[in-house]
């Protein structure tokens, strides 16, 4: 099992910056991908980035060059970096991790793992 806890969650204005954090524990091996997801109330959950066993990483449109995935496999913790935050990037944050591909998608899908959420709400 595996378990994934979301930390760095808040509310910011608009152009603020957030940074989210996630730590994984359990019976973590190589390779593994993970990514982020959020959702708002009535809306479908949107993967927003992931990276690879290999650093290699995938953004929605509607966050490229603003927000930056990384990982610190040593740490087991996976971060996203989110600047330039508009009102439209509020939601609950989740990390996700899938123990079977080094490859990843922004596919809810893809992934057997799921942290409880982080809220992020940007205010203008």
């Known amino acids: 099992q595996v378990q994934l806890v979301e930390s760095g969650g808040g509310s910011v204005q608009t152009g603020g910056s957030l940074r989210l954090s996630c730590a994984a524990s359990g019976s973590i091996y190589s390779p593994y991908s993970m990514g982020w997801f959020r959702q708002s109330p009535g809306k479908e959950r949107e993967g927003v980035a992931c990276?690879?066993?290999?650093?290699?990483?995938s953004y929605a449109d509607s966050v490229k060059g603003r927000f930056t995935i990384s990982r610190d496999n040593a740490r087991n913790t996976l971060y996203l970096q989110m600047n330039s935050l508009k009102p439209e990037d509020s939601a609950m944050y989740y990390c996700?991790?899938?123990?079977?591909?080094?490859?990843?998608?922004?596919?809810?899908?893809?992934?057997?793992?799921w942290g409880q959420g982080t809220q992020v709400t940007v205010s203008s």
């Open positions: 990276i690879d066993t290999y650093g290699a990483t």
């Open positions: 996700a991790a899938d123990l079977s591909s080094s490859t990843c998608a922004r596919i809810s899908s893809w992934y057997h793992y």
